[in-house]
Nanobody
Framework: VQLQASGGGLVQAGGSLRLSCAVSGRTFSSYTMGWFRQAPGKEREFVAGTSAGGGSAKYADSVRGRFTISGNSAKNTVYLQMNSLKAEDTAVYYC????????????????????WGQGTLVTVSS
């Protein structure tokens, strides 16, 4: 499977962006999906994740209520809608997928994922 992330850019604080993760090779509903981000000088961190098929979702405390993970089966694409963006949301965002483990549960750790997109840069100006 291959993942292609897009949708990053420059936005003012308080604005919105929608990131896309196009999945090729297999339907995304077969995978546990996740979004991670890495800011300069910091470690990669979990942002949002969903179980295979989207039955359950989890968000980092820092983004809960502002970000939403969703999917479009017809486009085989997973999205991360980001609202009320803050300067501290500035980072390279990565989508990830795995078929390991239970498909019924989201996964929080980067090492639990097998496939990664190339990253898309989000810059929020204050």
């Amino acid at each position: 499977v291959q993942l292609q992330a897009s949708g990053g850019g420059l936005v003012q604080a308080g604005g919105s962006l929608r990131l896309s993760c196009a999945v090729s090779g297999r339907t995304f509903s077969s995978y546990t999906m996740g979004w991670f981000r890495q800011a300069p000088g910091k470690e990669r961190e979990f942002v949002a994740g969903t179980s295979a098929g989207g039955g359950s979702a989890k968000y980092a405390d820092s983004v809960r209520g502002r970000f939403t993970i969703s999917g479009n089966s017809a486009k085989n694409t997973v999205y991360l809608q980001m609202n009320s963006l803050k300067a501290e949301d500035t980072a390279v965002y990565y989508c990830a997928a795995t078929s390991r483990g239970s498909p019924l549960h989201y996964k929080l750790a980067a090492e639990e994922y097998d496939y990664w997109g190339q990253g898309t840069l989000v810059t929020v100006s204050s």
